[in-house]
């Protein structure tokens, strides 16, 4: 029987924004002083803006505040830059956007208010005067002595990071964990959503396009999941829908209690038993978050869900931990937040098991206490969070202050069989955690790498990345120095439109000792990536670029080597000359959402490409496999035209040699770039192959040699063999045709050969045939006539 970890928020959370970092660091606020350096548990709101080219250290996020209306401490954030002291230009017309790419930016008053709240402390005074111009409303918002009581109530507290604790340590006793989030927002998944709307869009194996948060799960849990693991309130009413036109309800009246809720509570225990880890057997544990807050009414079907789902699977099965805030005003720590949080849903009918203490400094003895009594529960089931220098220390906080203890005796873990040799590798896995978070305290030396991206206006919207320079750097001995970019400031028409953003990014990216170009869509800010590229390639620069940032590497190839003028890219210029990339043809034009090539794909060496950089990185293996989101891909015209000048090669291709999907110069230090997202596959312990060597490459010395001989002989692929299966697809071109998918060892799920489909391929198949005993007109479906 699969045991079940409910985590959600409460209703009044803490104000957060920047971005987990490995150091720590401090910048002048809006009025001239430095900021404390801040939690690293709090998130930054996926709706916060930055100043584009901003130079940026990783650090940890702002200390909360309260939700109160009192004089606050200075929290503004280490990871956001100043905030212009002009006033902004103000306009009531909700259409004005920036749509040059799909994103929405509208210039509304209330749009720009709401930038303001996100982007620095910024709180209301208790006499607000009724009219003022725009200027005064300016001065009027940006006085952070105050916070209003309406305005202290952002999106919750993150629990992303607790859930994801309190899977790693069950795993450090060797039990086998999974996670499920549940995002109660009404899009059916997270593909179509802008970065800068809702952080970036996490690709799983299975091609699923999911909330950030199932990338935490994975990087800490060292799993991975399914499109199923994250449920949204679009998926399941599309799925009682279809029930419903199937006639599965037989007639019935559908209604939110109990069809909606049955079908959330089915959802759940169906995939809580999905294996997701290298042993291929059934969970232990379920850890499931509850995105939003308590209260909110999007999510009130999912708490009603889940009220029912803790009968369903017993008491001893299921346990909540509700994360809390607890302000701290005028030096006091106030535990009302928490009360009211704790009242509202012992009012919903859930009772929490353990209450998660959120806090800028440890929980005082007084503060737990007080907690205990009044939100009925033993002080051993208050467990305090406090800022740390960085999340990795989450797990071991946690730890020591009894969660496992106490799981262990709430949901009877001791009757779960635990095979010895999963003990070990618990045993192991909490040494080498300790290792890596003692040791990244202890580092010295730093690596100082730019990221030119499209939405850096946006920390979320590259979290993955982020994420994959971090373990990097860690596997270095490094601590990261992360420098922001925006794309667009590197163009000429900033030098005249804004020349000081123009020099900023400027001077970052020629001092930089490593450049990564992440990806993205549409027209914005592309070429300031090309600009970037050459004068990565020129310069002997460390560069790794990524999907978009592969593209722009052909672009500017093909630009300033080859000599093809005007060279573009179809999506960005139709009318280009020289389309050297171009649409992928399978690829719906009319429908956006799942469209892309998604999902886990292989990616093939060439021949003589033993001695490679990015083939060392992958073990010296004939087969890379990566995670893949587009919908355009190089021209294949091109390609014998592109290798055929100067040093490029390249170097991975897909099974049927068709596709290019790997580049790499053989004259310089370190150029490389993917048509993948290998940032989707990294891990703490494990960290992505092509962002080692960057890192590595811009660290200096030997330090890239030694991470290659290392990699040779050790690197092991975070996915399980079950996950390497591409779907089975037609030849584009026409040497592909004569080409099968299924070479090198790669399996293919639905090939059709000679008539015959696969296995597999045929039991899916007739899995979706629903035969009913008799239809309406009483004729057996099976009668032959």
Request: proline share 7%; aromatic share 6%; glycine share 8%.
């Amino acid at each position: 029987m699969v045991k079940y970890i409910l985590v959600c928020g409460g209703v009044i959370s803490g104000i957060g924004k920047g971005v987990i970092g490995a150091s720590q660091s401090s910048k002048p606020d809006m009025r001239g002083s430095t900021s404390v350096p801040s939690s690293p548990l709090l998130p930054s709101p996926r709706s916060a803006h930055r100043p584009h080219s901003t130079i940026h250290t990783p650090a940890p996020l702002s200390p909360v505040t309260s939700p109160r209306r009192t004089r606050l401490s200075s929290v503004s954030s280490t990871n956001f830059p100043t905030v212009s002291s002009s006033p902004p230009a103000l306009t009531n017309d909700s259409t004005a956007y920036d749509s040059s790419d799909g994103l929405s930016t509208p210039n509304t008053l209330f749009s720009k208010l709401t930038q303001l709240l996100n982007t620095d402390s910024v709180m209301l005074k208790p006499a607000s005067p009724t009219s003022m111009s725009s200027s005064s409303i300016w001065s009027f918002l940006t006085d952070s002595e105050y916070v209003h009581p309406l305005l202290a109530q952002p999106p919750a507290t993150n629990c992303h990071s607790i859930a994801s604790s309190t899977g790693l340590i069950l795993k450090t006793a060797g039990l086998k964990v999974t996670a499920i989030k549940i995002d109660p927002y009404m899009n059916i998944d997270a593909g179509t959503m802008a970065p800068t709307e809702h952080g970036e869009v996490y690709v799983l194996n299975d091609g699923g396009e999911t909330d950030l948060d199932l990338g935490n799960y994975e990087r800490y849990l060292n799993i991975s999941l399914n499109r199923d693991n994250n449920v949204t309130t679009g998926k399941v009413y599309q799925h009682v829908i279809e029930k419903e036109r199937r006639g599965d309800y037989l007639g019935k009246t559908v209604q939110i209690v109990p069809h909606l809720t049955n079908a959330v509570q089915d959802w759940i225990e169906r995939v809580s038993k999905v294996p997701v880890d290298e042993t291929g057997e059934e969970p232990d544990v379920c850890v499931i978050e509850l995105g939003g807050t308590v209260g909110d009414i999007e999510s009130a079907p999912f708490i009603e869900a889940m009220r029912q789902f803790q009968f369903r699977v017993g008491h001893d099965n299921f346990a909540l931990l509700y994360v809390s805030l607890i302000p701290v005003v005028g030096g006091e720590q106030k535990t009302k937040p928490t009360q009211a949080g704790v009242r509202d849903l012992r009012g919903l009918g859930l009772l929490p098991d353990l209450i998660a203490c959120r806090c800028e400094h440890p929980l005082l003895t007084a503060t737990m206490e007080k907690v205990s009594m009044f939100c009925h529960v033993s002080p051993k089931q208050v467990i305090g969070v406090h800022n740390v220098s960085s999340t990795y220390h989450v797990p071991l906080l946690l730890k020591d202050q009894g969660l496992l203890d106490f799981l262990r005796r709430r949901l009877n873990l001791d009757e779960v069989a635990i095979p010895p040799a999963m003990k070990a590798s618990g045993d192991h896995l909490m040494g080498r955690w300790k290792s890596l978070t003692v040791g990244q305290e202890r580092l010295f030396d730093s690596v100082s790498i730019v990221l030119v991206g499209k939405y850096t206006s946006l920390q979320d919207s590259y979290m993955s990345v982020v994420k994959a320079l971090e373990h990097a750097s860690m596997r270095c001995d490094r601590k990261l120095i992360l420098h922001w970019v925006d794309s667009s400031d590197l163009e000429p028409a900033s030098e005249t439109s804004d020349p000081v953003r123009y020099h900023d990014a400027w001077r970052a990216l020629c001092s930089a000792k490593g450049i990564i170009v992440p990806g993205g869509f549409g027209h914005r800010g592309t070429e300031g990536m090309v600009a970037a590229v050459r004068w990565a390639r020129e310069q002997k620069v460390p560069f790794l670029g990524i999907c978009l940032g592969f593209q722009m590497a052909v672009v500017e190839w093909a630009r300033n080597v080859c000599n093809l003028e005007n060279a573009n890219s179809a999506e960005l210029d139709s009318s280009s000359p020289h389309q050297v990339i171009c649409f992928m043809p399978e690829i719906s034009k009319t429908h956006m959402g799942g469209t892309m090539r998604l999902g886990l794909r292989p990616t093939l060496f060439e021949p003589n490409t033993e001695h490679t950089k990015l083939r060392r990185l992958y073990g010296s293996k004939d087969v890379a496999w990566e995670r893949h989101r587009h919908r355009y891909e190089v021209e294949p015209k091109y390609v014998e035209e592109l290798e055929a000048k100067g040093s490029l090669r390249f170097t991975g291709r897909d099974e049927r040699g068709e596709r290019m999907q790997m580049l790499e110069l053989d004259d310089h230090p370190y150029f490389v770039a993917l048509q993948a997202h290998p940032e989707f596959c990294s891990r703490p312990l494990n960290p992505s192959p092509p962002f080692l060597g960057l890192v590595a490459a811009a660290c200096g010395g030997s330090v890239l040699d030694e991470q290659l001989a290392i990699n040779e002989k050790e690197y092991v692929a975070p996915h399980p063999e079950s996950a390497k299966v591409v779907p089975a697809s037609e030849a584009v071109t026409a040497p592909a045709k004569g080409r099968k998918q299924a070479i090198n060892g790669v399996r293919v799920h639905g090939e059709v050969e000679d008539g015959h489909q696969d296995l597999e391929g045929m039991e899916e198949t007739l899995s979706k045939v629903n035969l009913k005993d008799n239809l309406p007109n009483g004729i057996s479906p099976l009668a032959t006539h």
